[in-house]
């Protein structure tokens, strides 16, 4: 099955590792494999490389390496985040609400939702345009002293939507609430300078920028007040316990440098392609419309909804016609549903039910995507006719 | 066989998976062969809180189909077919009891689920014919295709397959009609697929925990009503809780104490009435059957001589099928015939080979 004539077309689901961050991650697992907390030599040099890695990272951010923690994925960084700061909050203001966008991942949303159901916060729903993007305002008028943490994601990953996180970061900053973004999608592709966006907290993920799965990191602005969510040997600034995942770590540095390095040219080569992609497929499938904003949006990233198809069908379809493509809507052993984040932004569950999301990424061509547009009618017509909703 | 003649590639099929041992050799036997396979498997309905308890295809269910689909290095795709499974199936079992009959669901899922739902969406896929585990051969020489018994006579499936037309035969094939069991289990060895030890699933797949009695007093549309249990002379002998909790040639359970044994004969819906009898009354010689299905010979016009079950687990009895004008048919039995239940298929064989098959309207004396 690991055929190479399958189309790979769904980047935002992952990421292959870049051989030259495999080449740096290689040393650590068995010549360099000291535990960074250790007094030896071992240790000192597993250290080295940890806070090297570290200060690369926070380089990039423009932030204090203290200000970096690293973690096993962008879920636990988005976990962290939404929990250490609830119950740093409640204990030192008595905050009782959190403020989260409709358009979040379930990381950030699910969590909130525990927050609300086993611990008492109040959850508020920030609304979206029909392009998934919040109105900053819409921040501003449920802002309050006691207001634990607003959590809005920077680009959607369903929908490839950016929000304005400077114009809301800012509204936090005036009230002293803590803002964390879910940056797992866009760090692949968009600045993430920290002071620029107004952020307090920022959740990356390696495995979305050509790192390997099983790493993350959480940006902490100094003096955000926050909890461990898991506890034990002190590591991360006693923010979080477990002994340091050299290679990996190692791995999410180099590939984060190479975001930045290679970003401008990887996003003018997606975008002009994803462009093309947009324009044939609008032009040549009946009853097709594009989810997302236009133009702010993630230069690799094309979403659409086609009207009474069935999305799982659609990317079975797809799969056996050699191209692999992903939806947002289905879940893979139950019933789909449609997504939370298309219905917020008004689509109806008849065109819901039919979402496509294609990102494209280092290794694809515009023949790929040739062979895709010009498949793709065919397809999205035999999946109609299989469902006559 | 596993190349095409047009195009020197390889054919497309898809195989209907369902983590049991005899799906999961039949792919593995098409793999062998060459085909281009693909694993396709349905989510079908079930009661809601009881998807594990399923005789067939619960998540667990899948989660070893998509193993063995993986092993076997085929593309695997799960099909969503809940409410057409319920509309097709279920509701119609549940309604056919209602009525008074006893349906067989699995003849109405071969012929409107797995060959027209499941074939659309395996031809859809590029597949050119859906493969299942059945134990059935079909043999194509002379313009029309035949059906023929397994090799394992034992675990034949001919007669829930005699409902499909030329057209779904056409698009079936059954790989594992040329292997007993016993062999079909030690394939599953040499191939090293793991599959389920459990023992195979003989009863309805939708049923969950329990029987169908139970499911029925669950799902059915109204509550049943209590009723008459009298003999065929009229004569009140007691009451039954609800006609669609008996079948045909059913003893115990009665609640009435008769000279001899009392067996169930008849459901009359209109008087809402059991009517039993003796062993003796349970026979009859001749079987009215419409919705008659011809597969390996055309229509016949004249009366014929075959062997006939008459349900999918029954002997099969020696008897003269009479085609009548309107397209049903009587079947004379040699011998007297015992529990000829309305709903079940009488279906008509020539020593190996399935002719055709009816659905049981009534039994005459």
């Known amino acids: 099955m690991n055929d190479n004539s399958l189309i790979f077309l769904d980047y935002a689901s992952t990421t292959p590792v870049d051989p030259r961050v495999l080449d740096a991650m290689m040393p650590f697992f068995n010549q360099n494999y000291g535990n960074s907390s250790s007094v030896h030599r071992f240790g000192q040099q597993a250290e080295f490389a940890l806070e090297q890695s570290r200060r690369s990272v926070s380089a990039i951010l423009g932030a204090k390496e203290k200000e970096v923690v690293f973690t096993s994925c962008g879920s636990e960084s988005d976990n962290l985040a939404l929990r250490g700061v609830a119950f740093a909050r409640r204990q030192q203001k008595s905050a009782a609400h959190i403020i989260i966008s409709a358009v979040e991942h379930h990381a950030v949303s699910q969590t909130a939702y525990q927050l609300s159901s086993l611990h008492g916060f109040e959850i508020e729903i920030l609304p979206v345009d029909k392009f998934g993007i919040v109105d900053p305002r819409d921040v501003k008028e449920r802002i309050r002293n006691d207001t634990a943490i607003v959590s809005v994601i920077y680009a959607n990953n369903e929908i490839g939507s950016i929000n304005p996180l400077k114009e809301i970061g800012e509204i936090c900053r005036t009230w002293g609430v803590p803002f964390h973004t879910d940056a797992v999608q866009a760090a692949a592709h968009l600045p993430v300078a920290v002071d620029e966006l107004e952020v307090d907290l920022m959740s990356i993920g390696a495995h979305k920028f050509y790192g390997p799965k099983g790493v993350g990191a959480l940006y902490i602005r100094e003096g955000t007040p926050i909890l461990p969510i898991q506890t034990g040997g002190g590591q991360e600034f006693n923010l979080r316990a477990g002994t340091h995942n050299i290679p990996y770590i190692v791995g999410l540095a180099k590939a984060f440098e190479f975001a930045q390095t290679d970003q401008e040219y990887r996003n003018n080569h997606y975008s002009t392609i994803r462009d093309h992609l947009i324009k044939t497929i609008i032009d040549s499938v009946p009853y097709t419309e594009l989810t997302g904003h236009p133009t702010m949006r993630l230069p690799n990233h094309a979403s659409f909804v086609f009207k009474g198809v069935d999305g799982n069908t659609l990317l079975m379809l797809l799969d056996a016609a050699g191209f692999e493509c992903s939806s947002g809507s289905a879940c893979k052993t139950g019933s789909p549903e449609p997504s939370e984040v298309l219905i917020a932004m008004g689509i109806s569950p008849e065109w819901a039910l039919g979402s496509l999301r294609v990102t494209l990424g280092q290794q694809t061509s515009s023949e790929m995507v040739d062979d895709f547009v010009e498949n793709l009618p065919n397809i999205v017509q035999r999946a109609r006719e299989l469902n006559p909703i | 066989m596993s190349l095409s003649k047009d195009t020197g590639q390889k054919i497309k099929v898809a195989v209907a998976m369902s983590g049991g041992v005899d799906s999961s050799v039949a ?228 609640g009435i104490s008769t000279k001899k044994p009392s067996y169930v004969l008849e459901k009359d819906i209109e008087k809402n009435t059991l009517v039993v009898g003796t062993k003796d009354e349970l026979n009859h010689r001749i079987l009215l059957a419409n919705k008659v299905n011809w597969v390996s010979i055309a229509p016949p016009a004249e009366p014929f001589r075959a062997a006939v079950k008459i349900r999918y687990k029954s002997v099969e009895e020696p008897a003269e099928v009479i085609p009548l004008e309107d397209g049903s048919v009587e079947v004379h039995f040699v011998h007297p015939v015992k529990a000829i239940t309305p709903g079940q298929a009488a279906v008509f064989y020539d020593a190996d080979i399935c002719l055709g098959g009816g659905i049981i309207q009534m039994a005459i004396k």
């Open chain 2, 27 to 254: 792919a593995a036997l098409m793999v062998n062969e060459g085909y281009d396979v693909i694993g396709i498997m349905l989510r079908l309905w079930s009661e809601p809180g009881s998807e594990s308890a399923n005789r067939c295809c619960t998540p667990d269910a899948m989660a070893l189909a998509k193993q063995v689909a993986a092993q076997l290095n085929i593309p695997f795709y799960p099909i969503d077919a809940k409410n057409v499974f319920y509309n097709e199936i279920v509701e119609p079992f549940i309604n056919g009891y209602e009525q008074g009959i006893t349906p067989n669901p699995c003849l109405q899922c071969n012929r409107h689920i797995r060959w027209e739902f499941m074939l659309n969406h395996a031809l859809a896929f590029g597949a050119t014919t859906l493969v299942t585990g059945h134990y059935a051969r079909l043999e194509s020489n002379s313009g029309r295709i035949k059906l023929l018994k397994a090799k394992d006579l034992n675990k034949d499936q001919s007669y829930v397959l005699h409902v499909l037309d030329q057209e779904q035969l056409s698009k079936a094939q059954f790989p594992l009609g040329d292997y007993t069991k016993v062999e079909v289990r030690q394939l599953a060895k040499d191939f090293g697929l793991p599959a389920a030890e459990k023992g195979d699933s003989q009863d309805l797949c939708f049923l969950g925990k329990g029987n169908y009695r139970e499911f029925l007093e669950r799902n059915s549309t109204r509550p049943y009503e209590p009723g008459e249990i009298t003999n065929l002379k009229g004569e009140k002998l007691g009451w039954h809780a609800g006609l669609p909790m008996y079948t045909i040639g059913q003893r115990r359970g009665l």
